[in-house]
């Protein structure tokens, strides 16, 4: 059983920027693949950005190339989501998933990871 928590989320302006914190528990975190999503109100959930268990393969989505970074921690059990210059279509929850089972994945596909956060509301206004 893997828990995980994210908390960062706000209000910010346009323009502004966020860093979403995901914790992990247990002690096999560092050999997890870790992703982020997001869904919005009436929108299926998302890809947002993908880790491999040591962070030496990162992917993301298109819409957050060159402006979202993530990043982790194995130390601290944690997994992190720079968010710069964000516009109002990146408002939604926020959501981190682990995929236990295949430690260099970074999935786009959400069913590939096994548990999942509560969520953290970001929210950008215009």
Same mark, same amino acid.
């Given at each position: ?7 960062? #989320?706000?209000?910010?302006? +346009?323009? @502004?920027?966020? &860093?979403?914190?995901? /914790? %992990? ?9 870790? #992703?982020?999503?997001?869904? +919005?109100? @009436?929108?299926? &959930?998302?890809?947002? /950005? %993908? ?23 194995? /130390? ?51």
């Amino acid at each position: 059983q893997v828990q995980l928590v994210e908390s960062g #989320g706000g209000l910010v302006p +346009a323009g @502004g920027s966020l &860093r979403l914190s995901c /914790a %992990a528990s247990g002690r096999a975190f560092s050999s997890y693949a870790m #992703g982020w999503f997001r869904q +919005a109100p @009436g929108k299926e &959930r998302e890809f947002v /950005a %993908a880790i491999s268990w040591n962070g030496g393969k990162t992917k993301y989505a298109d819409s957050v190339k060159g402006r979202f970074t993530i990043s982790r921690d194995n /130390a601290k059990n944690t997994v992190y989501l720079q968010m710069n210059s964000l516009k109002p279509e990146d408002t939604a929850v926020y959501y981190c998933g682990t995929d236990i089972n295949r430690a260099w994945s970074t999935s786009r596909i959400p069913v590939d990871y096994d548990y999942w956060g509560q969520g953290t509301q970001v929210t950008v206004s215009s």
